[in-house]
């Protein structure tokens, strides 16, 4: 079939194969470009097929040579109906890595559920014996609790009284004014169940129970923190309290890793272009600016760029850097005074009129019609092609 991108309000609902494997090509001939690393050697990312999940399995399998197990909630193509990108990512990458002679299997359901906790699990001990590195990327709206088979459901909303601010819709360009009601209580508890760090601690203590993790072994998870600008609606909001949760997580799986010279970090990460940051309101104007104001600098950073830097300088075989918090930092460009100083005074001065001058919306727009596989030159789109494609581990 000819597939063309289709839109429901900010969301793609088409994905293009050809297109989602250029991308992952990509990232992985960034990989291949620089310098080898020592790293982690058995890897188990949960969350593995989109964003920083994916970006960390390409970077430690083509990187340092590991061993990649990847837990993702993706659908394959039926009839008319494209995959999603994480299907076709996925498919993508274990092509590529089974080409270089590397192990990469995954798991495609609920990461949540009990169930694919111990599929994980029994395929580690098949396979891999111990897990050295387990990254944890999940960025799902909602989650069934796996003990009472409660539905939570989490919301982008501020906390305490409504949010008024400038946003963008980054199709049109236009700038306009876009009012968040605030959160009710059980919306902020919901988003914490979801976003928090309960299902993280879930799998790292199945995981230890079972004797899967190595001596030694590091749990790394991704939040944000952002600057004043987004605080209300992002860290001053609902999903905010779900990453404090994240991080104080950390700080309790510490303990519970010291058994086995293990250890925790979240890793808070640059603003990137994703299918969660496009929907959050404020969000992509603000990153618009930032990218224009990072690639004059020449520190702009796309996923794989980060978690390269992160494997190779900020986490590595000899320890981590991390602030007084204990967090790893790999927004220190984004936030760097000059960098803030220069995007605030753009915000103030940003305008339907003005916007494709001062900021890089462009790159913005196109960035996100790349996570569906479109918009890619080599890609020829209108030519027919099978959306009907095998990730080799799960369907081969």
Not at 302 to 324: H, M, N, P, V
């Amino acid at each position: 079939m000819i597939v063309q991108p289709k839109f429901r309000g900010f969301i793609c609902t088409t994905s293009h194969p050809l297109g989602c494997s250029a991308h992952v090509k990509r990232q992985i001939d960034y990989v291949r470009g620089q310098k080898a690393f020592t790293g982690p050697k058995n890897v188990l990312i949960i969350g593995a097929s989109t964003g920083y999940g994916l970006a960390s399995r390409i970077a430690t399998a083509f990187g340092a040579g590991a061993k990649t197990l990847g837990v993702f909630y993706e659908r394959p193509a039926s009839g008319n109906r494209t995959a999603t990108p994480g299907w076709y990512n996925t498919a993508a990458f274990e092509r590529e890595a089974h080409k270089a002679g590397l192990y990469a299997v995954s798991i495609n359901g609920d990461a949540f559920s009990n169930q694919i906790k111990q599929q994980a699990i029994d395929t580690i001990k098949a396979d891999l014996g111990k897990i050295d590195l387990v990254v944890y990327s999940l960025a799902a709206p909602r989650r069934v609790d796996p003990i009472t088979n409660e539905i939570y459901t989490s919301v982008l909303k501020p906390i305490g009284r409504a949010f008024t601010s400038k946003t963008v819709d980054f199709h049109s360009g236009e700038v306009s004014t876009v009012t968040i009601e605030t959160a009710a209580e059980e919306e902020i508890a919901a988003t914490v169940k979801v976003m928090g760090g309960e299902d993280w601690q879930l799998w790292i203590e199945a995981l230890l129970e079972n004797g899967v993790l190595a001596d030694g072994c590091t749990a790394l998870a991704y939040s944000y923190i952002g600057p004043e600008i987004t605080h209300a609606v992002y860290r001053s909001g609902t999903i905010g309290k779900a990453k404090e949760h994240l991080e104080a997580t950390a700080q309790k799986l510490n303990r519970t890793l010291a058994k086995i010279n293990g250890r925790a970090y979240v890793s808070v990460n640059k603003a990137v272009v994703t299918q969660a940051s496009a929907a959050i309101p404020v969000v992509p104007l603000y990153a618009s600016l930032l990218f224009k104001v990072m690639k004059e600098k020449k520190i702009h950073e796309g996923c794989i760029e980060q978690i390269y830097r992160l494997f190779t300088q900020k986490l590595t075989a000899t320890g981590a850097q991390t602030d007084s918090e204990g967090r790893i930092r790999l927004d220190d460009w984004e936030m760097r005074p000059d960098v803030q100083e220069q995007v605030v005074e753009l915000w103030e001065q940003v305008n339907s009129g003005n916007i494709a001058e001062i900021s890089d919306l462009a790159a913005f727009r196109t960035e996100f019609f790349n996570l569906f596989g479109f918009e890619f030159p080599e890609v020829d789109y209108a030519q027919d092609v099978d959306v009907a494609v095998a990730i080799p581990s799960i369907d081969g």
